[in-house]
């Protein structure tokens, strides 16, 4: 097929073929161009691979590479979705497989992503990742220069890849010298293949529905008859648009269970408040076997997640994959969830009409979801019922008076709070001074300091007039956590001191405490007969009851 056919195929239905088509041009030119043409017909093509696919089992492993052996291009993304729910040893076998197929830029694409997201860390998955570099080094596509040039940076800062960094950073100069004389843009005209860049537009400028390839039932589920299945799918809309109400959940486990659906069970479950050690166990058991099929669409975004009343309501996103977010964000299957850490794409939109609580990174909003604006609509944007917000600054003014008065989180009772590094003690002060912090019921600072921790600390907690107040400050060699609570008094009663690393002895951290704290506890690991005498002398001069834990 040549490219200048292929919106008409597009839009006739012939998806695949439109695919296979802009495939074969981009092994002929690698032009970027190209690569941007294969994303947008994927896209709109995509097939699903079916459920069995999706666990990290025996049975899921026999499915994926079976279905991979014979997959045609419109069922590829669904299977590179979930690559990594396998575990390492199952993933190598996976990286072999796609190592097996005709070049395409979504595998590159996708193992790139691998290591941007390292979900592999043992010493043991160093032969997965020599499959993957195997791969990369044959890479084809000069829009992964940017990526790999990231990568090692990315590597070197990783906590979670300390036990194969050496290896990955050697394999990665490695790839960067390869891909230095194989990743470059192709010059070539591709005039001979149709007007690439006007195809391109053509093909956005199509009605945004996406056109679903043909793609082989695999479940009981899929071969239900389609009057059954609109009825199912019009009451889990009725879950969606009233997720707080147990009512359409009852009704939907009531038609599940009719069809021998284990979600349907679930449900029932999940809606007792009684359940005993034996259905306890059932529904663990559930869970385990299905957690990764309900969460459908979800699942290859999903780190960690918890099912409240049959439904997704805790999750954990993997934001590293920005497209595949993007592709996720808007998706109804959000609109149960209370309790979300990860995106800030997901956290803004308002699918997530349950959210109460949000773990909000505005750095990685910015540099890895592109997403400047985000904190900005979450504090100041649209209300939302959002009661507790862990919310991690990128430093500014105007961010600053965005969490001053939060006004768009009108419900908010629980602010934590990490500053920018380097916060002036001017910048700790304007937080406290906003009107937010009339209606919290705790409030938690966490900020790098200098030589000086505790200057200036005596007036900023005067000035937290909250019933319970969290400071974490860290310095170049030791951290503190102090926690203040009024205990239904005016002022702050009892304080909790967690000490880590080498305090200098000359460091007062109890003569930093409020004078209305008449009750310290200190944990502190590995405390000395000297630190333990100085701060037993300071809150007897204080004539603080004291409780001292140790080992903690």
Not at 208 to 219: F, L, M, N, S
Request: contains cysteine; glycine residues 8%; charged residues 25%.
């Amino acid at each position: 097929m040549r490219l200048g056919e292929v919106a008409a195929a597009l839009a006739e239905g012939r998806g695949e073929e439109a695919l296979e088509g802009v495939l074969a041009a981009w092994r002929r030119d690698a032009h970027p161009t190209l690569g941007d043409l294969v994303d947008e017909v994927a896209l709109r093509v995509r097939a699903p691979a079916g459920a069995d696919v999706a666990g990290d089992g025996e049975p899921a492993q026999r499915a994926w590479l079976a279905r991979i052996a014979v997959a045609g291009a419109a069922e590829l993304q669904a299977l590179l979705d979930v690559l990594a729910a396998a575990n390492m040893h199952a993933g190598r076998v996976r990286v072999e497989a796609l190592a097996a197929r005709p070049p395409d830029p979504r595998i590159e694409a996708a193992l790139v992503g691998l290591l941007e997201r390292l979900p592999y860390d043992h010493k043991q998955s160093r032969r997965l990742w020599a499959a993957v570099f195997a791969v990369l080094r044959r890479a084809r596509d000069p829009r992964l220069s940017p990526r790999l040039e990231a990568l090692d940076g990315t590597i070197a800062s990783a906590d979670r890849a300390r036990k194969i960094r050496g290896v990955l950073r050697r394999q990665m100069a490695e790839l960067a010298a390869i891909a230095e004389g194989t990743l470059v843009a192709s010059t070539l005209p591709i005039a001979e293949h149709g007007d690439a860049g006007a195809v391109l537009a053509a093909v956005r400028a199509l009605p945004g529905a996406v056109i679903r390839a043909r793609a082989v039932p695999t479940r009981a589920a899929d071969r239900v008859p389609a009057h059954v299945r609109a009825v199912g799918d019009a009451l889990l809309e009725a879950v969606y648009a009233s997720p707080d109400d147990d009512g359409p959940r009852m009704v939907l486990a009531d038609a599940l269970l009719e069809r021998n659906d284990p979600r349907g069970e679930l449900i029932a479950l999940q809606l007792r408040r009684d359940l005993g050690t034996a259905e306890r166990r059932r529904e663990k058991v559930l869970l385990a076997s299905h957690r990764r099929t309900w969460l459908g669409d979800l699942a290859p975004i999903i780190r960690r997640c918890e099912f409240e009343r049959g439904f997704l309501a805790v999750a954990e996103v993997i934001a590293d994959d920005r497209d595949l977010v993007r592709r996720l964000v808007g998706h109804p299957a959000w609109s149960t969830v209370h309790t979300l850490s990860g995106s800030a794409a997901i956290a803004v939109d308002p699918a997530l009409r349950s959210l109460r609580t949000l773990a909000f990174d505005a750095n990685r909003a910015v540099e890895l979801e592109e997403q400047p604006a985000a904190w900005q609509e979450l504090l100041t944007g649209a209300p939302r019922a959002i009661e507790s917000l862990r919310y991690t600054a990128r430093g500014g003014a105007r961010e600053t008076a965005a969490l001053q008065a939060c006004t768009a989180l009108p419900r908010l009772r629980t602010l934590a709070v990490t500053l920018a590094r380097d916060v002036t003690a001017d910048a700790l002060g304007a937080v406290l001074a906003g009107p937010v912090l009339a209606r919290l019921e705790e409030l938690e600072l966490a900020y790098s300091a200098g030589d000086r921790p505790f200057a200036g600390l005596p007036g900023l907690v005067e000035r937290a007039r909250v019933p319970a107040l969290r400071l974490r400050i860290t310095t170049g060699t030791w951290r503190l956590a102090m926690r203040l609570a009024s205990r239904g008094t005016p002022h702050y009663r009892s304080a909790e001191l967690s000490l880590d690393g080498m305090v200098p002895y000359n460091v007062d951290t109890v003569g930093a405490l409020p004078s209305t704290v008449d009750h310290l506890t200190v944990a502190r690991r590995g405390l000395s007969a000297a630190q333990r005498a100085a701060i037993t002398s300071a809150a007897e001069r204080r004539g603080m009851r004291l409780e001292i834990i140790e080992g903690s």
